[in-house]
C-alpha cells in the first residue's frame, strides 16, 4: 500500500525552505569581505574576475548548457540581451554539429553544467580552447573538466535539492539562475543601462509603454487649455470646458506657467459672488505641479498618484507649456 501523500502545502514550503538555503549559500559565497578587513567569499573574485571579462569583451556571451541547466541558459541569455549585454543561446548538440560558427574569437562562452562534467559541453569547450575564445564556468565542482578547463570558474556551493529522492534539478537550477542574474544585474551597473537604455530594447507591452517619454503621448499647441493673467473666470472655464482637459493654465505676460485652475477649483468657488467676472488670480493655484517631455510615462503616473492629480501641464526649460497629458492617455497607453 503506498505512503500517504504529504500536504501539498508542507511539501511546497519545504521546497521553499531548501531553495531558500541554497540562495544563502550561494549570497555567503560572494560576500565581499575586502572592505571590512574580511576575506571575500569563494565565489568572490571569480566573479569580479567574469564581470570584468564580460563587460570588456567586444563579442557577445554564447551561453551554453545540457538539460535543466540549458533551460536555464536559455534564460539567462534572455536576461543578458534584455539588460545590455548582447548574448545568445547555442544548444551544445546544435553545436556539435555546425553551430559552432556562430562562436566568434571576440566572445565569451558561459557554460552551465552542475557537475561539469555533461559530455554533450566536450566539443564546445575544445573549440573555444583551440581558438582561444573566453570560457566561463558556472558549476559546482572546480575540479571537474568543465572547471579545471575555464579560465574563470564560478564554484556554485554545494547544496540538497527541494527533490526528496535528491534527483530532480531544483536547488541547483535555482542558485544557477539566481547567479546568472547577479551577473546580469552587475553588468548592467558597470555598463551604466538606464532606463532609457530599457525602453529602446523593450518597446512592447506594458513594461514598453511605462518607459514611453512624455513627450511622445502628450497633446501640443491649441490643444493646451492656456488663459493669461487678468483675464475673467468665464473666459477660463469656456477655455477650460473647450479643450475638455478639466483645468486650464494661467500665463504671464512671457508666456511662463504662474498657474493652473482645474474645475475642482471652480467647484469649490462657485457660491462666489460675481465669480465669472473676477480675475483668474483670485482662483489659481500658483506654483502647479508640472513636467518635463523627457520624463518617462512611468514618472507621470506617480506623480500623478501621490497628488491625486488627473491632468500634467508638460513645459520647457523656462516653464513654457510645450504640451499636456491626461491620466486618460497614460490609461490608453497601457502604462498605468
Known amino acids: 500500500m503506498p505512503p500517504a501523500a504529504a500536504s501539498p502545502i508542507r511539501s511546497a514550503l519545504r521546497t521553499l525552505a531548501v531553495e531558500r538555503d541554497g540562495i544563502a549559500a550561494l549570497e555567503l559565497a560572494l560576500f565581499e569581505g575586502s572592505d571590512r578587513g574580511q576575506e571575500d567569499g569563494s565565489l568572490a573574485p571569480s566573479f569580479r574576475e567574469a564581470v570584468a571579462r564580460i563587460a570588456t569583451a567586444s563579442g557577445r556571451v554564447i551561453v551554453t548548457g545540457m538539460g535543466k541547466s540549458g533551460h536555464v541558459g536559455r534564460k539567462i541569455a534572455a536576461t543578458f540581451a534584455s539588460t545590455g549585454t548582447p548574448a545568445h543561446f547555442v544548444h551544445p548538440g546544435e553545436a556539435s554539429h555546425g553551430d559552432l560558427g556562430m562562436v566568434q574569437k571576440d566572445d565569451v562562452v558561459l557554460a552551465l553544467s552542475w557537475s561539469g562534467e555533461t559530455a554533450e559541453l566536450a566539443d ?22 568543465l572547471g579545471r578547463e575555464a579560465d574563470i570558474c564560478l564554484t556554485l556551493p554545494k547544496a540538497e535539492e527541494a527533490c526528496p529522492n535528491g534527483l530532480a534539478p ?58 493669461p493673467l487678468g483675464a475673467r473666470m468665464g473666459e477660463a472655464i469656456v477655455e477650460m470646458s473647450g479643450k475638455g482637459f478639466g483645468c486650464v493654465g494661467i500665463l504671464d505676460p512671457d508666456g511662463r506657467l504662474v498657474g493652473i485652475i482645474t474645475d475642482g477649483d471652480v467647484r469649490r468657488h462657485q457660491m462666489q459672488p ?23 510615462a512611468a514618472e507621470a503616473i506617480e506623480i500623478l498618484n501621490s497628488g491625486k492629480r488627473t491632468v500634467l501641464i508638460v513645459v520647457d526649460e523656462d516653464n513654457r507649456p510645450t504640451g499636456i497629458v491626461h491620466i486618460h492617455d497614460l490609461l490608453r497607453l497601457g502604462a498605468a
Open 274 to 296: 460675481n465669480l465669472m467676472a473676477d480675475p483668474v488670480e483670485t482662483v489659481m493655484t500658483t506654483s502647479p505641479v508640472t513636467i518635463t517631455p523627457d520624463v518617462l
Open 170 to 227: 531544483t536547488t541547483s537550477t535555482t542558485m544557477q539562475l539566481a547567479l546568472g542574474d547577479a551577473l546580469a544585474i552587475a553588468l548592467l551597473e558597470a555598463k551604466g543601462f538606464t532606463a532609457h537604455h530599457f525602453r529602446v530594447l523593450h518597446p512592447g507591452g506594458t513594461l514598453g509603454a511605462r518607459l514611453t517619454f512624455v513627450r511622445d503621448i502628450m497633446h501640443r499647441g491649441a490643444r493646451i487649455p492656456l488663459a
Open 124 to 145: 564546445i569547450i575544445t573549440y573555444s580552447r583551440r581558438f582561444r575564445i573566453a570560457l566561463i564556468a558556472m558549476t559546482c565542482n572546480a575540479q571537474s573538466t
